[in-house]
Nanobody, 120 residues
Framework: QVHLVESGGGLVQPGESLRLSCAAS????????MAWYRQAPGKPRESVAV???????AYADFVKGRFTISRDNGWNTVYLQMNLLKPEDTAVYYC??????????????WGQGTQVTVSS
């Protein structure tokens, strides 16, 4: 099995920064795609950023220029550096990781979510 542990959420004021982390552990052979999603109250979950095993990245338009996704393959960890936070960034942030287990089966798992609140 593969497990994800997220950390780094919290309460910040507009314009401030936060860094989210998501560490994967378990029977992992390789990790392909690592991504961040978010879900605000009453809204559907939406994609924020994704990074491939080749370090290619893609961002939602509403975070371009403010958020940066990165990964540490040695630690099976994905990060989301969030700068210039806005009240509309308030949401529960989830990481999602896909790859292959040591049994050569594919996996796709979600983190437990971490709350980010941007408010003055």
């Amino acid at each position: 099995q593969v497990h994800l542990v997220e950390s780094g959420g919290g309460l910040v004021q507009p314009g401030e920064s936060l860094r989210l982390s998501c560490a994967a552990s378990g029977s992992i052979l390789s990790i392909a795609t690592m991504a961040w999603y978010r879900q605000a109250p009453g809204k559907p979950r939406e994609s924020v950023a994704v990074i491939t095993d080749g370090a290619r990245t893609a961002y939602a338009d509403f975070v371009k220029g403010r958020f940066t996704i990165s990964r540490d393959n040695g630690w099976n960890t994905v990060y989301l550096q969030m700068n210039l936070l806005k009240p509309e960034d308030t949401a529960v942030y989830y990481c999602n990781v896909g790859g292959t287990t040591i049994l050569k089966t594919r996996f796709g798992v979600w983190g437990q979510g971490t709350q980010v609140t941007v408010s003055s």
